[in-house]
């Protein structure tokens, strides 16, 4: 089992950038893929970014290509989410989420995959 805490949310301007943290306790973290996922008020989840548990392979919902990058640091048990450009309709709750993978190159694209959620940390971009 595994848990895990985001942290790194906040208020942003249209166009500014903010790092998310995702740290994760337990079983070793290297076993498992991560992702990120969003979530605003009166919307369904959705897909962020995904990462394989070697970090070889990334994926990216197309909203945010090129503005977001998804990394981990297996050594410090953490999954990152830089964020650029930031727009209004990037607001909402942001979560992680671990999956254990049975490859090295496995990234699960649907919540549904995902075994263990963190809390959540809210980001607000204003225009």
């Known amino acids: 089992q595994v848990q895990l805490v985001e942290s790194g949310g906040g208020l942003v301007q249209a166009g500014g950038s903010l790092r998310l943290s995702c740290a994760a306790s337990g079983r070793s973290f290297s076993v498992y893929a991560m992702g990120w996922f969003r979530q605003a008020p009166g919307k369904e989840r959705e897909f962020v970014a995904a990462?394989?548990?070697?970090?070889?392979?990334?994926d990216y919902a197309d909203s945010v290509k090129g503005r977001f990058t998804i990394s981990r640091d297996n050594a410090k048990n953490t999954v990152y989410l830089q964020m650029n450009s930031l727009k209004p309709e990037d607001t909402a709750g942001y979560y992680c989420?671990?999956?254990?993978?049975?490859?090295?190159?496995?990234?699960?694209?649907?919540?549904?995959?995902?075994?263990?959620w963190g809390q959540g940390t809210q980001v607000t971009v204003s225009s």
């Open positions: 990462i394989s548990r070697s970090g070889g392979r990334t």
């Open positions: 989420a671990a999956k254990l993978a049975g490859t090295s190159w496995y990234i699960g694209l649907s919540g549904y995959e995902y075994e263990y």
